[in-house]
């Protein structure tokens, strides 16, 4: 089966400092990935996306690089603010596996204001 | 746009009962995923339908969850009887077959407590 595992169950920073989350996935095939914030007493909320053919995508304060050589994703957030307490997730998709997203187990980020 | 909907939020049952979770998706999305979320772990999905038909439904422990969309809208799961390890929260999804993205957008969730 499919194996999406991050490096840190937890994870603190200091207000305004940047934040890298870590994602390592076992299946060198899969075309897609997404990291969803979860906010507790919420379900999972989109963040960013980023297909197998690109290395670098950025969002609003927020960078996602891929490394397909290593199997492994980050999560970069810029600028760190209290709201962006949560538990941040990974998730893969891969074509052969018929349409099924995989989720990691996920690493909580607290920021200290 | 409004979101996922999904009813109830808490539920408490005692094992050996029956439950069931109720959910909306977004107007429009043909796509519509129903997962369990277990404490500290992430979702792992339970079945998913395009419009009213199943897509994939390995996960699903069958002798005791069952789910349907009729109308290929609304969905309920249901799980029947319930057996201690079935406390988790009951996440359901919805995304639309158009444009490039696979996003899926989640509502916030049923929590199960089996006792």
């Known amino acids: 089966g499919e194996s999406v595992g991050l490096h840190l169950p937890t994870l603190s920073v200091q207000e305004g400092d940047n934040s890298i989350i870590n994602c390592a996935y076992s299946?060198?095939?899969?075309?897609?990935f997404i990291w969803y914030k979860q906010e507790s007493g919420k379900g999972p909320q989109f963040i960013i996306d980023?297909?197998?053919?690109?290395d670098k995508r950025q969002g609003q304060r927020v960078t996602v690089l891929l490394n397909k050589t290593v199997k492994h994703l980050s999560l970069q957030i810029a600028a760190t603010q209290p709201g962006d307490s949560a538990v941040y997730f990974c998730?893969?998709?891969?074509?052969?596996?018929?349409?099924?997203?995989?989720f990691g187990t996920g690493t909580s980020l607290t920021v200290i204001p | 746009e409004a979101g996922v909907a999904q009813s109830p939020r808490y539920k408490i049952i005692e094992k050996r009962q029956s439950v069931a979770f109720w959910c909306n998706p977004i107007?429009?999305?043909?796509?519509l995923y129903w997962y369990q979320q277990i404490l500290g772990q992430g979702p792992k999905l339970l079945i998913q339908?395009?419009?009213?038909?199943?897509?994939?439904d390995s996960q699903l422990p069958k002798d005791r969850f069952s789910a349907e969309r009729l109308k290929g809208v609304d969905s309920t799961l249901k799980i029947q009887p319930a057996k201690l390890e079935d406390s988790a929260v009951y996440l359901c999804?919805?995304?639309?077959?158009?444009?490039?993205?696979?996003?899926?957008?989640f509502g916030p969730g049923t929590r199960l407590t089996v006792t």
């Open positions: 998730a893969e998709w891969t074509r052969t596996t018929g349409n099924q997203f995989y």
């Open positions: 107007s429009g999305h043909a796509t």
């Open positions: 339908f395009q419009n009213n038909g199943v897509v994939d």
């Open positions: 980023i297909r197998s053919n690109m």
């Open positions: 299946n060198s095939a899969s075309d897609y």
């Open positions: 999804a919805s995304s639309s077959t158009s444009g490039s993205s696979y996003e899926q957008y």
